[in-house]
């Protein structure tokens, strides 16, 4: 390693909590593995891509973050506020922005249960259009259907009529 300086890693402690990541893609839960001072490796199902930023809800709060690595279900986040790992609880002091270079606020606060309500919604609205268009196109075609035997109907009784 001619040349090459590394910042040295700070230290992971590792955890098994249980917490909710909202992100633009999907509000899910997740599993925390590890955790430092700004950051943590968590395990979800759909794992928001790199460089976005998400809401981890562990143990009542909320922490903002951005995703800095994915590897399959895994994803690395570098978080806005700093991490006090008590015991099994989260305690959170928050920072400045300028003390955690390359990490932006958030454009808004995110709520994770607003975000799985409007997926709730989002997904019942999905469904009640599905259905209403299959059902719409199934009357659709027993109505063509239906014109189209009467029309048959008359042209058969008018053929046996002239005979």
Not at 112 to 126: A, D, F, K, Y
Request: glycine share 6%; with cysteine; net charge positive.
């Amino acid at each position: 390693m001619t040349g090459q300086s590394h910042k040295a890693r700070e230290p992971r402690q590792r955890v098994f909590l249980e917490a909710n990541l909202l992100s633009d893609m999907s509000a899910q839960k997740a599993r925390v593995h590890n955790v430092s001072s700004h950051g943590m490796m968590l395990s979800c199902e759909y794992p928001p891509p790199t460089r976005s930023y998400i809401a981890i809800r562990l143990d009542g709060r909320e922490l903002a973050g951005r995703v800095v690595w994915t590897n399959s279900q895994e994803i690395g986040v570098f978080t806005r506020e700093r991490i006090i790992l008590g015991g099994s609880k989260f305690q959170t002091i928050a920072i400045d922005a300028s003390t955690a270079p390359g990490v932006l606020r958030p454009r808004e606060p995110l709520d994770i249960e607003r975000q799985q309500l409007t997926q709730t919604v989002s997904r019942s609205l999905q469904w009640v259009a599905v259905t209403g268009a299959g059902a719409t196109l199934a009357f659709l075609i027993a109505h063509t259907i239906a014109q189209d035997f009467l029309l048959l109907s008359d042209t058969v009784g008018s053929a046996i009529a002239r005979n």
